[in-house]
């Protein structure tokens, strides 16, 4: 299940900018109408400007016009940027929190070992 997502997450995976880590991240969000937004992680020489993949992803969604609970899976596939992303990438604290804003607890969190539900990687997230 959701094989062609983490195909799609692994291709705009290449596109990574990823000059101080190298460390490379894709990631394909797949909405409730079958869309599908992707990301990739774009690091700058000052640090902590650094975007993760994911919510590059999320961002292109929301221009595009997506709302809250719309969003239905994200696949990402990460690892250093020579090599075939084998081990799951489970995403950083802040992406968690950003796919809290938009989705719900169902959401499915889409990693190459399986599929995790977004309310067991963040329980208590904040909210307003
Ligand atoms: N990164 C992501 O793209 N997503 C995450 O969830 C965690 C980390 C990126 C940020 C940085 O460019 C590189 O991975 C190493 O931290």
Redesign the pocket.
Known sequence: MYEELLQNAAEVRRN???L??H???G?ALLCNDGTVYT?????NAAYPL???????AFGSAVADGKKKGDFKAIA?V?GNENETAASP????G???QVMAQFCGEDFEVVLTDGTYPLGELLPYSFSL
């Open positions: 990574a900018c990823c101080y880590s460390f490379a991240v990631a990301g990739c992680n774009v690091e650094c975007l993760c993949a994911e919510r590059n990402i990460g990438c489970f995403p950083c802040a992406c968690r």
